[in-house]
T-cell receptor, first 113, second 116 residues
Framework: QKEVEQDPGPLSVPEGAIVSLNCTYS??????FMWYRQYSRKGPELLMYTYSSGNKEDGRFTAQVDKSSKYISLFIRDSQPSDSATYLC?????????????FGTGTQLKVEL | DAGITQSPRHKVTETGTPVTLRCHQT?????MYWYRQDPGHGLRLIHYSYGVKDTDKGEVSDGYSVSRSKTEDFLLTLESATSSQTSVYFC???????????????FGQGTRLTVV
């Protein structure tokens, strides 16, 4: 079993919909959680970065962490065609040695006009 | 791009030849990483560096070596390329201003390597 599980999709939604993307994990040592957006043939772009449990909001994006369930979510409100991309969750334990991330395999999202 | 440049961006090489990929940063981040991205596996850590001449292995390090002689540059070498090393390689950086604890990690644009 992988340490981080993520549904690969593809997920197709109409423009304006609320999108929910999720990851589950098994390593209880994970403390830092990130969401990356990756457009085709581009590098991952950091969207959200959270520490421990709780919610964090940035514009149309909300990241949610539930450590008791080992479950993290990314919500996208008022989705736009430009949100069409692959979304990667990533996480790491608390460490003084940098940030060695463990990634999910990514969820492909398509927002249709 | 958070000041990260990878070179080359694309390369085709023959089995058995050595290949070196370069990552250059202008952000003075302490940590540098090499990941590979493959369908069904996501991004996996190959090697990382926590300072000049300080490197360590990641999850999938067999067949790869790295060097970091300057803060700005992190080189990934495939000693003798194999078809299983056909992949997209990403460099990442973290630890702005020399910070050692978990900080945001930023990625380069990737190098698409094909071994024939």
């Amino acid at each position: 079993q992988k340490e981080v599980e993520q549904d690969p999709g593809p997920l197709s939604v109409p423009e304006g919909a609320i999108v929910s993307l999720n990851c589950t994990y098994s390593n209880s040592a994970f403390q830092y959680f990130m969401w990356y957006r990756q457009y085709s043939r581009k590098g991952p772009e950091l969207l959200m970065y959270t520490y421990s449990s709780g919610n964090k909001e940035d514009g149309r994006f909300t990241a949610q962490v539930d450590k008791s369930s080992k479950y993290i979510s990314l919500f996208i409100r008022d989705s736009q065609p430009s949100d069409s991309a692959t979304y990667l969750c990533a996480m790491s334990p608390l460490t003084g040695g940098g940030n060695k991330l463990t990634f999910g395999t990514g969820t492909q999202l398509k927002v249709e006009l | 791009d958070a000041g990260i440049t990878q070179s080359p961006r694309h390369k085709v090489t023959e089995t058995g030849t050595p290949v070196t990929l370069r990552c250059h940063q202008t952000e003075n981040h302490r940590y540098m990483y090499w990941y590979r991205q493959d369908p069904g596996h996501g991004l996996r850590l190959i090697h990382y560096s926590y300072g000049v001449k300080d490197t360590d292995k990641g999850e999938v390090s067999d067949g790869y070596s790295v060097s970091r002689s300057k803060t700005e540059d992190f080189l990934l070498t495939l000693e003798s390329a194999t078809s299983s090393q056909t992949s997209v390689y990403f460099c990442a950086i973290s630890g702005r201003d020399g910070k050692s604890m978990n900080t945001e990690a930023f990625f380069g644009q990737g190098t698409r390597l094909t071994v024939v």
